[in-house]
């Protein structure tokens, strides 16, 4: 059974930094591309950020480009995200997604199993 | 950027009905469109990809159809567990942007 495990998340200063992690079980995680997905309270999903199964290819929204890194560790099965310079619109639940596919510019590849998230709360 | 705008935004229906979804893409997105559903508290779950393959487990009421840029997702008899918010989303390019979501309440 596939599980997607996130923490990292809590209460941080806007300008501030905080690395969410997600670990990964039942799966070959080094052979799919892997995503962060957020939804801030009472609204929608936002795709935040995608990385090839071998971490050679990444991509950002616009919203967090230039302030949020992408990484993943296959030999510990995790997934990461570094965020700087938070802001007030960043804060919400943090959700790691995996991708059916390796390659995250693969057209027609959806998110097949999400984990519950981390909350991530950005307030002075 | 592609964007998607989900229609209606809510929606008010009985036990039983059939209830349609719409999913419009700003620029032709050929079949590269998924559903996911999400309940309350819940993470979101997958339903249906390539516009119409229902993924493993998801029962047969549910339905997608759609090319281009227009698209729909069907449930065929609304069951009490439908009851959710649904979201399309574009698989035509690296941003994997999402509709803003359809929340189906009980009349």
């Known amino acids: 059974e596939v599980q997607l495990v996130e923490s990292g998340g809590g209460l941080v200063q806007p300008g501030r930094s905080l690395r969410l992690s997600c670990g990964a079980s039942?799966?070959?995680?080094?052979?799919?591309?892997m995503h962060w997905v957020r939804q801030a309270p009472g609204k929608g999903l936002e795709w935040v950020s995608g990385?090839?199964?071998?971490?050679?290819?990444?991509g950002y929204a616009d919203s967090v480009k230039g302030r949020f890194t992408i990484s993943r560790d296959n030999a510990k099965n995790s997934l990461y995200l570094q965020m700087n310079s938070l802001r007030a619109e960043d804060m919400a639940l943090y959700y790691c997604?995996?991708?059916?596919?390796?390659?995250?510019?693969?057209?027609?590849?959806?998110?097949?199993?999400w984990g519950q998230g981390t909350l991530v709360t950005v307030s002075s | 950027d592609i964007q998607l705008t989900q229609s209606p935004s809510f929606l008010s229906a009985s036990v039983g009905d059939r209830v349609t979804i719409t999913c419009r893409a700003s620029?032709?997105?050929?079949?590269?469109l998924a559903w996911y559903q999400q309940k309350p508290g819940k993470a979101p779950k997958l339903l249906i990809y390539?516009?119409?393959t229902l993924q493993s487990g998801v029962p047969s009421r549910f339905s997608g159809s759609g090319s281009g840029t227009e698209f729909t997702l069907t449930i065929s008899s609304l069951q009490p567990e439908d009851f959710a918010t649904y979201y399309c989303?574009?698989?035509?390019?690296?941003?994997?942007?999402f509709g803003q979501g359809t929340k189906v309440e009980i009349k």
């Open positions: 997604a995996k991708a059916s596919g390796g390659d995250i510019v693969a057209l027609g590849v959806p998110f097949d199993s």
């Open positions: 039942g799966f070959i995680f080094d052979d799919y591309a």
């Open positions: 990385i090839s199964w071998n971490g050679n290819m990444k």
């Open positions: 620029q032709g997105i050929s079949s590269y």
């Open positions: 390539a516009a119409s």
């Open positions: 989303q574009q698989l035509n390019n690296y941003l994997r942007t």
